[in-house]
């Protein structure tokens, strides 16, 4: 890229407060043995639970659900949630919610997409409206909640998302062709159960495009504009998204530490129990910085990436762990692909922390003659070595798309406005061509 990237703007009045939010949290092997015992101890004796057909597959809700029975919790089960969920999707999760009667809580147990389905189910079956009303701007309305959500318990089977720790739910808005969410506190679940033997049946290509997401999740935090360059806001005015702060930095730099150990090997070998355990953590550790500080430029360019796919089926996604049965692109791959590029375009706004981000990725990474090619070129061997694409042209996008993929990540203006660097169309056109052929 040799336009030169644009400095950030440095309020008259900075901020002088950040803040911090997280769900509770159980994590360990067999955690989810106790989960009658958790909701009994939020008050609930009738429950929806969400999840997707391919974890319905393995025959864990139905377990689920058994256990909750046998203590005394009644379980309603919703199992037709989308991976990488639309509009259309969503809206049939909440009609069967609202149609279910009387919910004392909402459980999900599957991927981010899981997840996410529950977190809108929640939002729609306590609040009044329909679901385009919450939708971030410009997409949607960006209405906030005005009625208190119901307890939501999240059960992660994949490892990357961290939507149990995070108060956003992602979806893909068919008629504008554009991957967008919904945002508010009250979207973040109160109690994140994560076992780490509801990760073993996780197919090698899903570990290695959700493991993609916590890399990513870490990186954007970590090098996110900081909290102090945002103008001074009143309690009102604050959002979940506040900028890199020293809490969600040591977050940020745990999981990129525990990466660096296991997440090659989960790949290779997915019936590690142990190695799950340190992706499940970093997993957590990642989704607890991010939830806070925010992300940026790699998961703005994610959403169109995504929501413009036309033919790509990724393998691992269908129901028995073959093809995806519709064309997509996962999430963590989505956003891996343009990453290196833009994180050598976010390198001047702070050389140190994006080449110490390198070396907490590769403790062996050796100095390049350009600093800036360090991270990039370390991001880029980790996804070789996992199997992911090696750029947008292998997903199935030419030249002529990054036009619109362009507008599509403009209308993230909640993400851009996290970058450490003031972001121009001309900035994301140019890390969108650079991402067609990474290596």
Request: aromatic letters at 6%; glycine letters at 8%.
């Amino acid at each position: 890229m040799n336009r030169p990237p644009q400095t950030l703007t440095m309020p008259a009045d900075p901020e002088s407060v950040f803040t911090y939010g997280a769900p509770g949290l159980k994590f360990g092997v067999g955690a989810r043995h106790e989960l009658a015992y958790d909701l009994a101890q939020l008050g609930a004796r009738r429950v929806l639970v969400v999840t997707d057909p391919g974890v319905a597959a393995t025959g864990r809700p139905a377990e689920l659900v058994e256990l909750l029975a046998a203590g005394g919790v009644e379980a309603v089960l919703f199992d037709r949630a989308r991976v990488e969920p639309t509009d259309a999707s969503l809206q049939e999760a909440i009609d069967f919610g609202r149609a279910a009667g009387h919910l004392d809580a909402v459980v999900a147990i599957g991927g981010g997409s899981a997840i996410d389905t529950a977190k809108a189910v929640n939002l729609l079956v306590t609040n009044d409206g329909e679901l385009m009303d919450y939708v971030n701007a410009p997409v949607g309305q960006g209405r906030a909640p005005e009625k208190p959500l119901l307890p939501l318990v999240a059960l992660p089977t994949t490892t990357g998302t961290g939507s149990e720790s995070t108060t956003i739910c992602v979806l893909d808005v068919v008629s504008q062709h554009v991957k967008t969410g919904i945002s508010h506190p009250r979207l973040r679940p109160t109690l994140a159960v994560v076992d780490p033997e509801l990760t073993l049946t996780q197919p090698s290509q899903v570990t290695a495009a959700s493991g993609l997401d916590i890399l990513c999740h870490a990186l954007e935090s970590y090098t996110a504009r900081p909290y102090v360059s945002y103008e001074h806001k009143s309690a009102e005015q604050r959002v979940p998204y506040c900028g890199s702060n020293p809490i969600a930095d040591l977050w940020s730099e745990k999981a990129l530490s525990l990466m660096a150990g296991a997440f090659r090997t989960v790949v290779r070998q997915g019936d590690d129990l142990e190695a799950r355990t340190q992706v499940a953590l970093a997993a957590t550790f990642a989704g607890l910085g991010f939830g806070n500080a925010g992300v940026h430029i790699p998961h703005a360019n994610a959403y169109p990436v995504a929501g413009q796919v036309r033919e790509f089926r990724p393998e691992g996604y269908g129901p028995d762990g073959g093809p995806a049965d519709h064309a997509m692109v996962p999430h963590g791959m989505a956003v891996s692909l343009t990453a290196p590029e833009a994180f050598r375009f976010t390198f001047p706004a702070d050389p140190d922390r994006h080449v110490r981000a390198a070396q907490l990725l590769d403790p062996t990474a050796e100095m390049t003659d350009d600093p800036a090619d360090l991270l990039p070129q370390v991001l880029a061997s980790v996804m070789r070595d996992v199997g992911i694409p090696s750029g947008l042209a292998a997903v199935g996008f030419t030249s002529s798309d990054v036009d619109s993929l362009v507008e599509g990540a403009v209308k993230q203006q909640r993400l851009l406005a996290t970058a450490p660097l003031d972001v121009r169309d001309e900035d994301l056109a140019a890390i969108l061509d650079a991402s067609l052929e990474l290596w």
